[in-house]
């Protein structure tokens, strides 16, 4: 049984930092781009980056590019996000993704797999 469980979430005040993390677990991901959405109420789902398990290879939303790094330990199976200069609109549930996709941008609906979610909130 596949699962992907985020972590990292909480409250801080705007520009602080926080790091997300997304324990995957139940199959191989090597064919999967690993990625992190997140929505604000009211809002939709909407993409902040991804990466390719195998490859490293990475693709960063334009509102958090320069702010936000993803990246993954294959080791421990576990992709994460490093988020810098926080700021109050970056406040919303965050969820880890997966998705078999030949390309890095993908949309939500072509996720295969969904964490539950783990809430930020940026404080001004």
């Not at 490293?56 to 330990?73: E, L, M, P, Q």
């Not at 700021?87 to 998705?99: L, S």
């Amino acid at each position: 049984q596949v699962q992907l469980v985020e972590s990292g979430g909480g409250l801080v005040q705007a520009g602080g930092s926080l790091r997300l993390s997304c324990a995957a677990s139940g199959r191989t991901f090597n064919d999967y781009v690993m990625g992190w959405f997140r929505q604000a109420p009211g809002k939709e789902r909407e993409f902040v980056a991804t990466i390719r398990w195998s490859s490293g290879n990475t693709y960063h939303a334009d509102s958090v590019k320069g702010r936000f790094i993803i990246s993954r330990d294959s080791a421990k199976n576990t992709v994460y996000l490093e988020m810098n200069s926080l700021k109050p609109e970056d406040t919303a549930v965050y969820y880890c993704a997966a998705a078999r996709s030949d390309g890095l941008i993908i949309s939500a609906r072509a996720a295969d797999y969904w964490g539950p979610g783990t809430q930020v909130t940026v404080s001004s």
